[in-house]
């Protein structure tokens, strides 16, 4: 590997990081609270899979379907909260909005992962 694609692979490394931690990380509390290990280690181990799997482009996907997923909740929450005068976005705050949070990053890697791997099969099938 040379020194060119191993900086461009940290630098790839470094922005993934950064996004999932402040994505994940939007539904914890407070920045102290323990709820914040577990986007942060989910988030650590996806990123340590993907670089051992060479698989950084997927995780790229799996990154933009969990912002994604974000803005779907915070348009929906908003709309909720519009029509039922009500303050439901405090109830997401803490475990359950956390823990849905990275299982649906966790969901989005491994969907992304299984189809570029079944694309990759079936590709490789046509030339033998």
């Known amino acids: 590997m040379n020194s060119r694609h191993l900086a461009g692979s940290l630098c790839t490394i470094v922005v993934y990081a950064v996004f999932i931690?402040?994505?994940?990380?939007?539904f914890v509390p407070t920045p102290t609270h323990a709820l914040l290990a577990i986007p942060l280690v989910c988030g650590s181990f996806?990123?340590?899979?993907?670089v051992q799997t060479a698989q950084l482009d997927e995780l790229g996907y799996?990154?933009?379907?969990?912002?994604a997923?974000?803005?779907?909740?915070?348009?929906?929450l908003g709309i909720v909260e519009t029509v039922m005068g009500s303050d439901v976005s405090s109830h997401l705050g803490g475990a359950?909005?956390?823990?849905?949070?990275?299982?649906?990053?966790?969901g989005w890697y491994a969907f992304i992962t299984q189809h570029a791997n079944n694309r990759y099969a079936t590709a490789s099938s046509f030339y033998p």
């Open 21 to 26: 931690y402040v994505g994940g990380t939007l």
């Open 46 to 50: 996806l990123i340590l899979h993907a």
């Open 62 to 67: 799996a990154i933009m379907g969990l912002y």
């Open 69 to 76: 997923t974000l803005l779907v909740v915070s348009v929906s």
């Open 96 to 106: 359950v909005g956390t823990l849905s949070l990275s299982a649906v990053f966790v």
